[in-house]
């Protein structure tokens, strides 16, 4: 697709269930990144793919939450037995190659809300 | 670790004044700096970037940011501002670690 896109792009769910958040990056691009952005706040790092590998997960957390990118294109952000306080946006983002100099691209994100 | 302080959540203009958002950075090393613009219900767009090749940058819809070294700063200016400008806009540096960390965010409104 032209851009960066997740769905959903609303979720709703009750305490204590298991959600999963999906992340089409713009294609051939090999670096994915998950962000949560709680209101008022600035995006938060979660998680860098490079290609099918976590290569950084320090974001995460805690063990509530995981990732993952099996065929280096689609990314799932996972979040079991959810509480209140993971309602925020989600945003996904790619970039060609990963390096720190080149532009990152957003999606829209998902809104979760935890009821 | 590599931080950016944004200096005020809200800011408003009048149509026509000039814009001056303020981010300030701490680093150690000369560090990668981005304005990212995010429209109402609309993802993360970059305005600009910082990457060392020039210390004045112009970025897109005719903003631009000045890398000040003496006062750690990257202020986004706009020379006169228009109602479409509304928006928040994030300060982000490069964290070592390849992910990008952003400030707390300043929403723009401008004024008829």
């Known amino acids: 697709g032209a851009g960066v896109s997740q769905t959903p792009s609303n979720k709703v769910t009750e305490k204590g269930k298991y959600v999963e958040l999906r992340c089409d990056p713009i294609?051939?691009?090999?670096?994915l990144y998950w962000y949560r952005q709680s209101l008022g706040q600035g995006p938060e790092f979660l998680i860098y793919?490079?290609?099918?590998?976590?290569?950084?997960d320090s974001g995460l957390p805690n063990d509530r939450f995981f990732a993952v990118r099996p065929e280096g294109s689609v990314s799932t952000l996972k979040i079991q037995r959810t509480e209140r306080g993971d309602s925020a946006v989600y945003l996904c983002?790619?970039?060609?190659?990963?390096?720190?100099?080149?532009?990152?691209?957003f999606g829209q994100g998902t809104r979760l809300t935890v009821v | 670790a590599q931080s950016v302080t944004q200096l005020g959540s809200h800011v408003s203009v009048s149509e026509g004044a000039l814009v001056l958002l303020r981010c300030n950075y701490s680093?150690?090393?000369?560090?990668?700096l981005f304005w990212y613009v995010q429209y109402p219900n609309q993802g993360l767009q970059l305005l600009l970037k910082?990457?060392?090749?020039?210390?004045l940058v112009k970025g897109i819809n005719g903003f631009e940011a000045e890398f000040k070294k003496s006062e750690t700063s990257f202020h986004l200016t706009k020379p006169s501002a228009h109602m479409s400008d509304a928006a928040e806009y994030f300060c982000?540096?490069?964290?070592?670690?390849?992910?990008?960390?952003f400030g707390s965010g300043t929403r723009l409104q401008v004024q008829p």
């Open positions: 983002a790619s970039s060609p190659i990963g390096q720190q100099d080149t532009e990152a691209f």
């Open positions: 294609s051939g691009h090999t670096a």
């Open positions: 793919f490079q290609g099918t590998g976590a290569a950084d």
């Open positions: 680093s150690s090393v000369p560090p990668y």
């Open positions: 910082y990457t060392s090749a020039a210390t």
């Open positions: 982000a540096v490069w964290k070592g670690r390849r992910a990008l960390t």
